[in-house]
């Protein structure tokens, strides 16, 4: 070891703590990897810079899968939110997302608390500049005051500090979030080192100091009660409590009046901004110009948290000139006063197009390295955290010479996300949808664990204890809808009297229970009249139950099409493929293919370029280069 | 790996004679027996064995047919496969097929029995290239047909519908992504009016594209010339039949006589005429009227002129009014000449042809599948590539629309009616060879100010 300079060994480095790197940090160290996590700022640790929630629509699907595979989002969220809302409530299963207000302070402060208290975990708050490739292969990295840290697998989650610059009217801060410091150093050594960057940007809105806000003027948004936790393992009872409220308000054609009157002072129409920003969560200038027809836009009022009067104006992201904002925040009812603590502004930073990523997080070209979140052009925590697990997980395994978890869109949100962020191409900051996730009527919340605690469990990060509630909870799940398939009632008075109270259609003979719970108007509640003697069962248990019975046709018939498409999923193409021999591909999917080296048939499917024809052509090919005999992925059907 | 069940018309696209639905998969047995009634169920059928019966549903009888069991492994496929042999027609062997696929099989892709066949171990390794370029091969020029964009009303058609479709799925996306934003009080009325009225206009096209006039389409193709250039020898090389009268005397064709013929991967729907020579005779009048009719309303001419006579000031005269993306001069006779007039015409850039040697037929085949690609050339109505296919997908979309309808009856929540729109969004694009894709999201984002 060299004396003039700090050098130390790790399993594991990650190189950032944001959402990403909190979730890969903890991941990799609770499968027994020694490792060690940098960031600018110890401060900032799991910080929210943006909006003040946790979850929403599909991003929520991805809370619960993290939570149900060992990670820690959900149950930190569970500890520090101040409002909790179960979205699409009146809609079916499929689509409920849970939405909780987090106290941005407690939320950093409990996770790096967590992280603080993860044995084999190490924080460090510094810059890395450089990555130290050896053989083609990751082998740690350098920091910008020289140190070195070796490690085996390195997991970049650098969100959006890579070269960041926050803009607003003409002003420009070489700067992360926050006036936080940005990571200049970094980007240089990646393209030398073959990782090819790109910039994107995204924006936040200003924050108002409360106590300027006329709330008399506004609606009140209050949170549900009962609340319902994100954590399969937070006890319901445990976090119900007095929450606070949001507030809703509009912009108004005079707000649109000073934003059109001054755009051409924006940056991103005069072109000082050349990142690409996202469509979804378009800054307030981009939505009045892109819908003029639209005379006003929502405007949330959501607190930063309990310790701070400060408020997030969520829905009125810019980066116009400051006097600009001023004026269009104060024309919003509520806000004629208002006083602004943090203006808005847009940030524009270095990210990768993630196809140069296997669906493992791998960087296809450089064994070892891993890459997460916004790095990866995705954008939003949840998003970022899911990454964070899956390569965290993978890199330990890589480490352990074992095979990565690789979810696909079948199994999982992550699955669906992780495989459009390698698979397709992606213009913008890539947020998460339910219209994303082809089969949605599987992948719901409420099934999350029953989804993926066993793989949890066999990865290593879901203890035997909770893998034992986990299983007793799945059996009384299974115990309850056979119970229901098995009960008979004839066309007696009573049951004629109950199908006419709830408008149903009448029996021509006897049913089981499931047949009369697969009625639209007739709940699982409901039924207990002729039911009498049912056992009495956690709400989570016969919800689950009444679940899977209702909505058995959607289901079987979903399930079915993932039967299809996991046959060319299970179809793998080895590394080594030489497309060049394969006859009969077009030129187009020719080149696609050797671009990007799909790992299986259906991944290759995906790629835009090729055609379902090449598709037929890859299957035939391989067939034939594994010869007659049966090819050991025949096994899994 | 467990496949699902395909199912296709083997036979040619002709309009007489047998037709052969081809079942093939797993649940092929069971599915045929739901629909077929004869004497013993189709379950009991040994391998190797014909059954006798009627095709069946719903207590409608549609054909009487001969049945073939093949029981996995021995059989093309390697898999469960059955052959119903219609006996009914191309519209019947249609009606057939589409029962097959209500009752749980997919279309099949082209060369997909093949395919299995190979993958299945039931063909030797050294056949696996010639299997690739099959399939690749039906598929690219349904690739390149598409990039060179298939022309038709019906296609129109299709893409409103599914313009339609995708307006109502990304509203219902963007309500279940943004319900703080987008509320669906009320959306189902206006769904059940929407969905009505799509369902309206698909059971119009499909009993438009159902019903006889599928036998007439095809790229509408006049065959013209001066009376005696070889006009009906021609129509008889490409149907292969001896259709119309052909005499040596000029004038004596008089009928339009119309017929769905292949040429290459293309299917043309000819219309002989009785020359389009100005005549003052009543009846002969009659056909040069109808003929000419024919001709302005092709979409393809085959001008044919006499190679031994030569192009002469009538045959200038006639191509003068034709337009040339749409013509094809032919020097027919080409048998007849001296290497002299041989070398003549190709100096000129002319076609040799002959009816009688079939010289010329390959060339004549590559120019006009070149021009379709180009788009020069149209089909009038009805996109024909592999209409089986597309109508048999027309009735999955109908059906899957009435499943919204029925949703919207029975109260269910918005994303499973965006998932039957979906589905049957999804069945049209198949038509035109449109896969989903990003769209949704696209759409959403186009229409919808999302997120805060």
């Known amino acids: ?637 | 790996m467990k496949s699902d069940t395909i199912a296709a018309i083997s036979t040619g696209m002709t309009q007489a004679g047998i037709g052969i639905v081809r079942v093939s998969g797993p649940e092929a047995i069971p599915v045929v027996s739901r629909i077929f009634k004869g004497r013993k169920s189709l379950e009991d059928a040994l391998s190797y064995t014909l059954s006798h019966g009627m095709i069946e549903k719903d207590g409608v009888s549609y054909d009487e047919v001969v049945v073939s069991v093949f029981r996995a492994p021995h059989s093309y496929t390697g898999e469960d496969t059955v052959e119903i042999n219609c006996h009914g027609g191309l519209f019947v062997t249609r009606k057939i097929l589409s029962l097959v696929v209500s009752e749980g099989t997919r279309l099949a892709e082209p060369g997909e029995f093949t395919k299995r066949a190979f993958l299945n171990g039931r063909m030797d390794l050294s056949k696996a290239e010639s299997v690739m370029t099959v399939i690749s091969s039906g598929n690219d020029f349904a690739l390149r047909a598409g990039v060179a964009g298939l022309k038709g009303k019906i296609e129109t058609e299709i893409r409103a519908i599914r313009n339609v479709l995708l307006d109502e799925i990304s509203r219902i996306e963007a309500a279940l992504d943004d319900p703080e934003h987008y509320d669906l009080t009320g959306y189902g009325e206006t769904l059940d009016r929407i969905t009505g009225e799509i369902e309206t206009k698909m059971e119009d096209l499909l009993r438009r594209s159902e019903n006889g006039s599928i036998l007439r389409e095809g790229i509408r193709t006049a065959i013209a010339g001066r009376p005696n250039a070889g006009k009906s020898s021609l129509l008889n090389l490409l149907s292969g039949f001896e259709k119309s009268i052909v005499t040596e005397i000029p004038g004596t064709t008089r009928d339009i006589v119309e017929e769905t013929v292949r040429l290459g991967e293309l299917t043309l729907l000819l219309m002989d005429t009785a020359g389009i020579r100005e005549t003052l005779d009543p009846v002969e009048k009659i056909g040069v009227d109808r003929a000419r009719n024919a001709v302005s309303e092709a979409d393809l001419v085959l001008y044919l002129v006499d190679g031994t006579a030569g192009k002469t000031a009538e045959d200038e005269e006639n191509l003068d009014s034709l337009p040339p993306e749409k013509t094809v001069i032919l020097y027919n006779k080409s048998d007849a000449l001296d290497e002299e007039t041989r070398q003549r015409i190709l100096e000129t850039g002319g076609l040799l042809f002959s009816c009688k040697t079939e010289e010329g037929l390959k060339t004549l085949e590559q120019i006009v599948t070149d021009r379709f690609l180009a788009g020069e050339i149209s089909f009038n109505e009805t996109v024909i590539l592999t209409s089986e296919r597309q109508i048999a997908l027309l009735r999955e979309a109908l059906e899957e629309v009435r499943e919204v309808r029925n949703g919207i009856r029975d109260g269910v929540s918005e994303e499973f009616l965006s998932a039957d729109l979906l589905s049957a969004y999804t069945s049209l694009g198949k038509i035109i060879g449109e896969a989903v894709g990003d769209d949704v999201a696209d759409r959403i984002f186009e229409k919808f100010c999302m997120g805060k």
């Open chain 1, 1 to 637: 070891m060299s004396m003039d300079r700090v050098e130390e060994t790790y399993d594991v480095v990650v190189v950032g703590a944001g959402h990403a790197g909190c979730e890969a940090a903890l991941s990799a160290a609770r499968l027994g990897e020694e490792v060690i996590v940098f960031t600018v700022s110890v401060d900032s640790i799991a910080l929210m810079p943006c909006n003040p929630n946790i979850g929403g629509t599909s991003k929520g699907h991805l809370v619960r899968e993290v939570d149900a595979l060992g990670g820690e989002m959900g149950k930190n969220i569970d500890k520090t939110f101040i409002q909790s809302k179960m979205l699409n409530a009146s809609k079916g299963p499929a689509v409920h997302s849970l939405r909780a207000q987090a106290d941005k302070q407690a939320y950093s402060r409990e996770m790096r608390k967590t992280l603080e208290e993860t044995e084999h975990l190490t924080i460090r708050q510094a810059e890395v500049s450089d990555l130290i490739v050896e053989d083609g292969e990751v082998r740690g990295v350098m920091t910008v005051s020289g140190a070195v840290y070796h490690a085996k697998a390195v997991i970049l989650t650098t969100g959006v500090y890579l070269k960041a610059r926050c803009v607003y009217g003409d002003v420009s801060e070489y700067t992360g979030p926050n006036g936080l410091k940005a990571a200049n150093a970094l980007s240089e050594n990646l393209l030398r080192h073959g990782i090819a960057l790109r910039r994107f940007k995204t924006g936040t809105p200003a924050r108002i100091d409360g106590r300027t806000i006329d709330y008399s003027k506004m609606q009140e948004q209050k949170g549900d009660v009962p609340i319902v936790p994100f954590s399969f393992e937070t006890d319901p009872e445990s976090i119900q409590k007095a929450q606070v409220s949001c507030w809703l308000t509009y912009t108004n054609e005079e707000t649109h009046r000073i934003i059109l009157e001054s755009i051409d002072r924006s940056p991103l129409f005069s072109g000082s901004i050349q990142g690409t920003g996202p469509r979804y969560c378009p800054s307030i200038e981009d939505k009045v110009v892109r819908f003029r027809d639209k005379d006003r836009h929502q405007v949330f009022i959501e607190p930063e948290g309990l310790y701070t009067s400060e408020m997030y104006v969520d829905g009125m992201s810019s980066s116009l000139p400051e006097d600009v904002q001023h004026r269009m925040y104060r024309s919003v009812p509520g806000l004629e006063h208002a006083k602004v603590v943090r203006n808005a502004y847009a940030i524009e930073y270095d990210c990768i197009d993630a196809r140069q990523l296997k669906n493992s997080l791998e960087f296809k070209a450089i064994p070892g390295l891993f890459a997460a979140g916004q790095f990866n052009g995705s954008s939003g925590y949840e998003e970022a955290a899911a990454q964070g697990l899956i390569a965290g997980i993978n890199a330990a395994r890589k480490n352990h010479g074992k095979e990565p978890v690789v979810l696909d869109r079948s199994d999982a949100y992550i699955g669906v996300l992780i495989d459009d962020l390698v698979t397709k191409e992606n213009r913008e900051p890539y947020r998460m949808m339910t219209s994303r996730a082809e089969y949605r009527l599987l992948l719901r919340q409420d099934n999350a664990d029953l989804r993926l605690t066993e793989l949890g469990h066999e990865i290593g990060l879901i203890s035997e204890e909770r893998y034992q509630r986990f299983l007793s909870y799945r059996e009384a799940v299974d115990r309850e809808v056979l119970r229901l398939e098995s009960f008979r009632v004839g066309d007696t008075p009573q049951v004629r009297a109950f199908l006419s109270e709830y408008g149903a259609a009448e029996l021509k003979s006897g049913a089981t229970l499931s047949e009369l719970l697969r009625r639209p108007e007739i709940t699982y509640e409901a039924l207990s009249d002729l039911d009498p003697g049912r056992p009495a069962l956690p709400e989570r248990v016969w919800k689950q139950a009444e679940i899977r019975i209702k909505y058995a046709g959607y289901i079987e018939r979903e399930e079915r099409q993932v039967h299809a498409f996991k046959a060319l999923e299970n179809r793998r193409i080895p590394e080594d493929l030489d497309y060049d021999e394969v006859p009969s591909l077009r030129i187009e999917a020719r080149q696609k293919l050797k671009e990007y080296r799909p790992s299986s048939v259906g991944q290759a499917g995906r790629i835009a370029g090729v055609s379902p024809a090449d598709v037929a052509v890859l299957l035939v090919f391989l067939k034939r280069k594994q010869g007659v005999a049966a090819p050991a992925d025949e096994k899994t059907e």
